[in-house]
């Protein structure tokens, strides 16, 4: 799953935060990333289980900051992640 958020989320600890919540889920792979335009992409892979719980936090957790709206994908897991990072 790859989701967008958009809102006040850099410079308030939106990415530490989510890698904490996905480490808390369990069985997430993947990364949180600053975006250029103001976003934050964040890329999970696991059961879909695991990621829609993500999902689920990004659009009406206690976030850090302000989340005015999340846009997501779904596509098959391409691997290659050791765990869960912010970058």
């Known amino acids: 799953m790859t989701a967008w ?3 006040l989320v850099q410079g308030v600890g939106f ?4 890698r904490a919540r996905a480490l808390e889920i369990g069985g997430l792979h993947g990364f949180a990333a600053n975006l250029a335009d103001g976003r ?3 890329v999970a892979e696991g059961t879909r289980e695991r990621c ?8 009406e957790g206690d976030t850090p900051g302000r989340v005015d709206g999340v846009t997501e ?4 897991p391409r ?4 765990g869960f990072a912010v970058r």
């Open 40 to 42: 934050v992409q964040v």
């Open 52 to 59: 829609v719980r993500l999902l689920e936090w990004l659009r």
């Open 5 to 7: 958020v958009r809102g």
């Open 73 to 76: 994908i779904w596509d098959t």
């Open 79 to 82: 691997g290659g992640y050791p």
């Open 15 to 18: 990415r530490w935060h989510t």
